[in-house]
């Protein structure tokens, strides 16, 4: 199975920082990658498919990029909505489709 | 309004079984793939198992091989997964998820959009 891992884990920022997390996969997955946001207690949300294509109805500040086992996902300006968990997932080689660990985005 | 709610989740004790449901509504159910996908408390996110359109093609995650099945209903627009000889690491909020694609340069990109609230499974004695 292909392995992903994010970081960092977590990280402090503010409102307005503009924010990189990244997504490595243990082999090539090509532009299947996919970027989810989490807020405690509530359901994931789609945000970036195909590595850099943006979910209908999610703000422009969220893009991604990267191809092959390397990836970033970056909010240009970090708003109060955005401070959640956010999760990456392969989905070249499914089933499964592993996510990431997560990385953790708090307040500063 | 698209949406997914989950039913079933509960307390049951090491061993025991407990069926879930997935109440689909605002779409075309029968033209969807569907997925389970589980959070335990504290951790990441976990896919446990997906199931095509008209059910023929299931597929699970390693762990759960042989004790769940997933299964649908699309004249009832609902998705179930049946878990059986449950352990305490099976206890999640388990998330029912819609599987779409999208088509780019002709390869086909496949993502999870639609997501339910979750139901809490428990297994404790």
């Known amino acids: 199975d292909i392995q992903m891992t994010q970081s960092p884990s977590s990280l402090s920022a503010s409102v307005g920082d503009r924010v990189t997390i990244t997504c490595r996969a243990s082999?090539?997955?090509?532009?299947?990658l996919n970027w989810y946001q989490q807020k405690p207690g509530k359901a994931p949300k789609l945000l970036i498919y195909?590595?850099?294509s943006l979910q209908s109805g999610v703000p422009s500040r969220f893009s991604g990029s990267g191809s092959g086992t390397d990836f970033t996902l970056t909010i240009s300006s970090l708003q109060p909505e955005d401070f959640a968990t956010y999760y990456c997932?392969?989905?070249?080689?499914?089933?499964?489709?592993?996510f990431g660990p997560g990385t953790k985005v708090d307040i500063k | 309004e698209v949406q997914l709610v989950e039913s079933g989740g509960g307390l049951v004790q090491p061993g025991g079984s407990l069926r879930l449901s997935c109440a689909a509504s605002?779409?075309?159910?029968?033209?969807?793939?569907m997925s389970w996908v589980r959070q335990a408390p504290g951790k990441g996110l976990e896919w446990v198992a997906n199931?095509?359109?008209?059910?023929?093609?299931?597929y699970y995650v390693d762990s759960v091989k042989g004790r769940f099945t997933i299964s649908r209903d699309n004249a009832k627009n609902s998705l179930y997964l049946q878990m059986n000889s449950l352990r305490a690491e099976d206890t999640a909020v388990y998330y029912c998820?819609?599987?779409?694609?999208?088509?780019?340069?002709?390869?086909?990109?496949?993502?999870?959009?639609?997501w339910g609230k979750g139901t809490t499974v428990t297994v404790s004695s």
């Open positions: 195909a590595a850099s």
């Open positions: 605002g779409f075309t159910f029968s033209s969807y793939w």
């Open positions: 082999q090539s997955i090509s532009s299947y």
């Open positions: 199931i095509k359109q008209d059910g023929s093609e299931k």
């Open positions: 998820a819609r599987d779409d694609r999208k088509q780019q340069l002709g390869y086909y990109y496949y993502y999870m959009d639609v």
């Open positions: 997932q392969q989905s070249y080689s499914t089933p499964p489709g592993t």
